[in-house]
């Protein structure tokens, strides 16, 4: 079974303070996601890598970063944090396919609260 | 822009009923349509994917099918139990793996 584990279930941390959630896939897929999820407003991606190094910017990318060092690994950065980060985090990994065809599969989610 | 809608919000059904969700999306131009179930406070499971070729999908007691040119998919559950309380979503899959996700439906089967 894929197996995508993010660091932390629940994160408290204060605004101003630079943010880094981590997640870890162990089937060697290439491509790796952030999503926001927030209620009202659904799910949201935030950034996409579908290569080590390689980051490209989804829909709210807006005092996010993301680092992808390692192919398993994929971090997102909140450089400097705000109540509005407030949010439930979810990583995803997929295999890259020449037809794009590929299910996505998600870590139970991170639970971030900034006071 | 694409946009996907699901209705209804909620679902409230006696146990062993068959039921339907229902996702429509704006553009017709997808890679796939994919649905998920989501558990409270965890992340998603992927369900059914259907290719943009393809009309339908199964998995044991799940059928999903796909009309492009309507806009619509279905998620069809067949005889429900307890254990198929959870929210569902369907995505829209646009270029390079971009998910476009609904709201979901958050389904409650009752003994």
Redesign the interface.
């Known amino acids: 079974d894929v197996k995508v584990t993010q660091s932390s279930r629940y994160l408290v941390k204060r605004t101003g303070e630079k943010v880094f959630l981590e997640c870890v896939q162990d089937m060697d897929h290439e491509n790796m996601f952030w999503y926001r999820q927030d209620p009202g407003l659904g799910l949201r991606l935030i950034y996409f890598s579908y290569d080590v190094k390689m980051k490209e910017k989804g829909d709210i990318p807006e005092g996010y970063s993301v680092s992808r060092e390692k192919k398993e690994r994929f971090s997102l950065i909140l450089e400097s944090a705000s109540t509005n980060q407030t949010s439930m985090y979810l990583c995803a990994s997929s295999f890259l396919a020449l037809d794009s065809n590929q299910p996505q599969h998600f870590g139970d989610g991170t639970r971030l609260s900034i006071l | 822009k694409q946009e996907v809608t699901q209705i209804p919000a909620a679902l409230s059904v006696p146990e062993g009923e068959n039921l339907v969700l229902n996702c429509s999306f704006t553009d017709s131009a997808i890679?796939?349509l994919?649905w998920?179930r989501q558990d409270p406070?965890?992340?998603?499971?992927?369900l059914l994917?259907i290719?943009s070729s393809q009309r339908e999908q199964t998995s044991g007691r799940l059928n999903a099918s796909l009309d492009k040119s309507s806009g619509r998919s279905t998620l069809y559950i067949a005889a429900s139990q307890p254990g198929d309380s959870a929210t569902y979503?369907c995505?829209s899959?646009r270029?390079?793996?971009?998910?476009v996700?609904?709201?979901?439906t958050r389904l409650t089967i009752n003994p």
Do not use: E, P, R
């Open positions: 890679y796939n994919q998920f406070g965890k992340g998603l499971t992927s994917l290719q979503l995505a899959q270029g390079a793996q971009k998910l996700f609904g709201q979901g």
